[in-house]
């Protein structure tokens, strides 16, 4: 089974149970999902208290005092200069969506330092800040996620830089046949560290309406011959069937097919062309 990738991994890490069977399997016997997973969730437990707490704590009349200095809020109009420490006031009832809305849109006005003090000067009602104090956590949940994503695409580079590239180690130029002149074409076969191989191929050459592409590897003297796939476009992609020899069939081939239900070669080759193996 193949790595699970950065993303499911990320969703684990935040309590997302997006593991079937197998993945579950694959994570209990892969070092290098599990160490990934655990790099993740340590992540995620560091925000783990970040959560918006379900009951305000109500401020000491020091806070309240704080408010008012910084405001510019004092118990009588007459004395701006000389703000006094009121005890804590009488906190009204906890304001709806609308007034919450209606006091936030006051921020932006002029003369807000006086919204604090009714018309005899004396100091009004501080509305509660409870829903806005919710409010902050928001952005701390964002961070959070960034951050996962940051870490995730961090152990994504990490996976790409320790998988040894594709080598090459064949390649052809492909050549038109008398038919298709104008037409071109290359091929190249890349193995794996794991010893897979695969021939990529590539096309430049109109496909008439009710025809399609097919890529074969020919044995030299055209003797015998091996079907790929279908090429779907100019470009394809196609394993090598395990314990092929590619000396004995080093021709790539690339012929024109009609939808006939025959599965043999149509006779109509576009392309052709060896590989230097």
Same mark, same amino acid.
């Given at each position: 089974?193949?790595?699970?990738?950065?993303?499911?991994?990320?969703?684990?890490?935040?309590?997302?149970?997006?593991?079937?069977?197998?993945?579950?399997?694959?994570?209990?016997?892969?070092?290098?999902?599990?160490?990934?997973?655990?790099?993740?969730?340590?992540?995620?437990?560091?925000?783990?208290?970040?959560?918006?707490?379900?009951?305000?704590?109500? $401020?000491?009349?020091?806070?309240?005092?704080?408010?008012?200095?910084?405001?510019?809020?004092?118990?009588?109009?007459?004395?701006?200069?000389?703000?006094?420490?009121?005890?804590?006031?009488?906190?009204?009832?906890?304001?709806?969506?609308?007034?919450?809305?209606?006091?936030?849109?006051?921020?932006?006005?002029?003369?807000?330092?006086?919204?604090?003090?009714?018309?005899?000067?004396? $100091?009004? #009602?501080?509305?509660?800040?409870?829903?806005?104090?919710?409010?902050?956590?928001?952005?701390?949940?964002?961070?959070?996620?960034?951050?996962?994503?940051?870490?995730?695409?961090?152990?994504?580079?990490?996976?790409?830089?320790?998988?040894?590239?594709?080598?090459? #180690?064949?390649?052809?130029?492909?050549?038109?046949?008398?038919?298709?002149?104008?037409?071109?074409?290359?091929?190249? #076969?890349?193995?794996?560290?794991?010893?897979?191989?695969?021939?990529?191929?590539?096309?430049?050459?109109?496909? $008439?309406?009710?025809?399609?592409?097919?890529?074969?590897?020919?044995?030299?003297?055209?003797?015998?011959?091996?079907?790929?796939?279908?090429?779907?476009?100019?470009?394809?992609?196609?394993?090598? $069937?395990?314990?092929?020899?590619?000396?004995?069939?080093?021709?790539?081939?690339?012929?024109?097919?009609?939808?006939?239900?025959?599965?043999?070669?149509?006779?109509?080759? #576009?392309?052709?062309?060896?590989?230097?193996?």
């Amino acid at each position: 089974m193949q790595h699970i990738d950065d993303e499911t991994l990320a969703l684990l890490a935040l309590g997302e149970d997006v593991l079937d069977d197998d993945a579950r399997a694959h994570l209990a016997s892969c070092a290098e999902c599990a160490d990934a997973a655990a790099r993740l969730a340590r992540v995620a437990d560091a925000f783990d208290g970040a959560e918006a707490p379900d009951e305000l704590v109500e $401020p000491s009349p020091a806070v309240w005092s704080a408010i008012h200095a910084e405001l510019g809020l004092t118990s009588t109009s007459a004395n701006l200069d000389a703000p006094t420490a009121p005890t804590a006031p009488t906190a009204a009832p906890a304001p709806g969506r609308d007034a919450a809305r209606s006091h936030d849109a006051r921020l932006d006005e002029p003369g807000e330092r006086d919204a604090g003090r009714d018309d005899a000067g004396t $100091p009004g #009602v501080v509305v509660p800040l409870a829903p806005r104090r919710r409010r902050v956590w928001v952005p701390v949940a964002a961070a959070s996620a960034a951050l996962l994503v940051g870490v995730a695409g961090g152990v994504l580079w990490e996976r790409r830089e320790a998988e040894p590239p594709e080598t090459t #180690v064949a390649s052809a130029t492909l050549d038109p046949l008398p038919d298709w002149e104008g037409a071109t074409g290359d091929a190249r #076969v890349e193995e794996r560290p794991d010893g897979r191989r695969q021939v990529v191929v590539t096309v430049d050459a109109p496909v $008439p309406e009710g025809t399609y592409r097919e890529v074969w590897l020919l044995a030299e003297d055209l003797s015998g011959l091996v079907s790929l796939g279908v090429l779907d476009g100019g470009e394809g992609r196609f394993d090598l $069937p395990d314990g092929l020899d590619l000396a004995q069939f080093p021709v790539v081939d690339v012929s024109e097919e009609h939808f006939d239900g025959d599965p043999a070669h149509s006779g109509d080759s #576009v392309v052709r062309g060896p590989l230097d193996v």
